[in-house]
């Protein structure tokens, strides 16, 4: 069964960095757009980022714009979201999610997506 995992998530102080990791089985991540969402208690759920899969091009949200980065490794099939400077207004659970299609470019809107993972707790506070 196709399945998205993500890890690194973790209690950090504000101003501090945590790293996101992304891994799929039985989904080659290069291949399709995958994207970075995030929700916070008593909020709806909101595109943070995504990469696309035909030319690498990358999104981000207005609120996480030159603190977070998405990158991928093709070799480990990973795709890793950087967060840097962060705040206690980013502490939320962070969801990865994979579009379907091969080859597309990627949205911050949640119906191009439908392989989701289970979801990692960030949490900023001092």
């Known amino acids: 069964q196709l399945q998205l995992v993500e890890s690194g998530g973790g209690l950090v102080q504000p101003g501090g960095s945590l790293r996101l990791s992304c891994a799929a089985s039985?989904?080659?991540?290069?291949?399709?757009?995958i994207g970075w969402f995030r929700q916070a208690p008593g909020k709806e759920r909101e595109g943070v980022s995504c990469i696309s899969s035909t030319d690498g091009s990358t999104l981000y949200s207005d609120s996480v714009k030159g603190r977070f980065t998405v990158s991928r490794d093709t070799a480990k099939n990973t795709v890793y979201l950087q967060m840097n400077n962060l705040k206690p207004e980013d502490t939320a659970v962070y969801y990865c999610a994979g579009d379907p299609i091969q080859f597309v470019r990627c949205v911050l809107h949640e119906p191009q997506y439908e392989y989701w993972g289970q979801g990692t707790q960030v949490t900023v506070s001092s």
């Open positions: 039985r989904l080659t991540l290069n291949y399709h757009a």
